[in-house]
């Protein structure tokens, strides 16, 4: 069963404007992190933003945010005053902390942002 | 403090071959995980590597290996190329073992024919 679905394949957006990318998934763990990550076409995967599952409040760094909805297990990126430069492929992704001393990441299979001029 | 570097960038093999990607982690990191990218997916999770020893591994047969040298940088070893091993191959690297912080190099993009 997909752990992380990203149901969105592709996106357009206005220059300026807000974006939600789409993100659920499915654990059993009581413990485990959320993850978005922004991969250019230049390959190099950039952390956005991180959301642990005992957090209260919804992260937020800088103009984007994590709507978190733990009883729907969605974990959405919201991004605000789109940027050109925000054009790019993105990943939601989360780690178990049952699974012990290793940092794997289980990811979805993304969504490509395009922003408009 | 340098970031994490990747090396070749591009690399041509034929199938049954048997490649080295390297990789240098960020300065004061201890762990380095390693992933695969097919065209069109995200990253599957091959193993980590933690103070020179593999202490977690995803689903890849064994002719993926690895080794992390004293100075943490790391490789991954393909053995017996096969065509779908073509892909990006992205290592992480993160202060330790339970650290969410990871940081990704650039990859290495194989093309096996």
């Known amino acids: 069963a997909q752990k992380i679905t990203q149901t969105q394949p592709g996106m357009f957006v206005q220059e300026k404007e807000a974006v939600t990318l789409d993100c659920t998934y499915d654990?059993?763990?009581?413990?485990?992190?959320l993850f978005w990550y922004k991969q250019p076409s230049s390959g190099e995967m950039i952390f956005l933003i991180y959301?642990?599952?005992?957090?209260?409040q919804n992260a937020t760094e800088g103009r984007y945010s994590l709507n978190f909805q733990k009883a729907r297990k969605s974990a959405n990126l919201v991004i605000s005053a789109s940027q050109l430069g925000d054009s790019a492929m993105y990943f939601c992704?989360?780690?178990?902390?049952?699974?012990?001393?290793?940092?794997?990441?289980?990811f979805g299979t993304g969504t490509l942002l395009a922003v408009q001029p | 403090e340098t970031g994490v570097t990747q090396s070749p960038t591009h690399l041509i093999k034929t199938r049954g071959q048997q490649v080295t990607l390297r990789c240098s982690s960020q300065?004061?990191?201890?762990?380095v995980s390693w992933y695969q990218q097919a065209l069109g997916q995200g990253p599957q999770f091959i193993f980590q590597y933690y103070r020179e020893e593999e202490n977690g591994r995803g689903n890849f047969p064994p002719r993926f290996s690895g080794l992390q040298f004293p100075n943490y940088s790391s490789e991954l070893n393909v053995n017996a190329l096969e065509l779908d091993d073509s892909a990006l191959y992205l290592c992480a690297s993160s202060q330790d073992g339970t650290s969410y912080e990871q940081y990704f190099g650039p990859g290495t993009r194989l093309t096996v024919t």
């Open positions: 959301q642990g599952s005992y957090d209260q």
């Open positions: 300065s004061g990191h201890n762990t």
């Open positions: 654990t059993s763990d009581p413990s485990y992190g």
């Open positions: 992704a989360m780690r178990e902390y049952r699974s012990g001393a290793t940092n794997k990441l289980i």
